[in-house]
């Protein structure tokens, strides 16, 4: 603005030079190439299980967490935050939400607190993680090089698409059943906003992005 004062127009330039440039080139795909029509999943970890099968999609709204991961996460009935948001699916479809809860979601070497949207539909997809998680992070996809890229930091983080992987190799995988039923669902849209969408009152952004790829 007229009132950043000529010291302080310095420092936002200084600042943006020394972020770190996100880009993506040929030595980033994946071992078959540019050939594949992949879409991009990863495993994470919350509440101490790896969730493999997680949709990385920035087409997306809202994080959901589907109630039968929910469950298998031993997430308890009064967890859930009640929401009046109305959800639609790509395809212009009414999905109902059951209401919103928050996770501690670790993928590489970061961690987040995430609100997810618990919603009773039968997907292929364990989590589903949207444009909140990836703009929160300042987190780049691409499902062409099967890799999210972020900024921590003075250095670029780089996420591999690991559908299967366990993460950390002490902690049991969570398994759900998947067959032919299972919707392809993506590009999750709300029209309405409630009191859900705030977060809790003792969350700290800040405070959940911790460095534990070093750790390990």
């Known amino acids: 603005s007229n009132d950043t004062p000529p010291e302080g127009l310095v420092n936002l330039f200084m600042q943006d030079r020394h972020k770190p440039s996100i880009s993506f080139s040929d030595e980033d795909l994946p071992p078959e190439g540019p050939s594949h029509n ?5 495993t994470v970890v919350t509440r101490q299980l790896n969730v493999p099968m997680t949709l990385i999609d920035n087409g997306s709204a809202i994080n959901v967490c589907p109630l039968r991961t929910a469950r298998k996460l031993g997430v308890l009935q009064e967890e859930i935050k009640a929401s009046n948001q109305a959800i639609r699916a790509y395809d212009n479809t ?10 501690n979601i670790s993928s590489g070497p970061i961690e987040k607190k995430v609100k997810f949207h618990v919603m009773d539909i039968k997907t292929s997809f364990n989590l589903l993680l949207g444009r909140p998680w990836l703009h929160e992070l300042g987190a780049i996809p691409s499902t062409l090089h099967q890799k999210i890229k972020l900024p921590l930091g003075d250095t670029v983080v780089t ?3 690991s559908p299967m992987k366990i993460q950390v190799a002490d902690q049991p995988i969570i398994h759900i059943d998947h067959d032919d039923n299972d919707e392809d ?4 849209s709300v029209s309405a906003i409630d009191e859900g969408d705030m ?3 003792d969350f700290d952004p800040y405070s959940n992005l911790v460095v534990n790829a070093l750790l390990r």
Not at 38 to 42: E, F, G, N, P, Q
Request: proline fraction near 4%; avoid cysteine; glycine fraction near 8%.
């Open 38 to 42: 992949k879409a991009l999943y990863v």
């Open 185 to 188: 669902l993506w590009g999750f």
């Open 94 to 103: 009414s999905r109902d939400t059951m209401g919103v809860i928050w996770l």
């Open 199 to 201: 977060a809790p009152f």
């Open 159 to 161: 996420i591999d698409a």
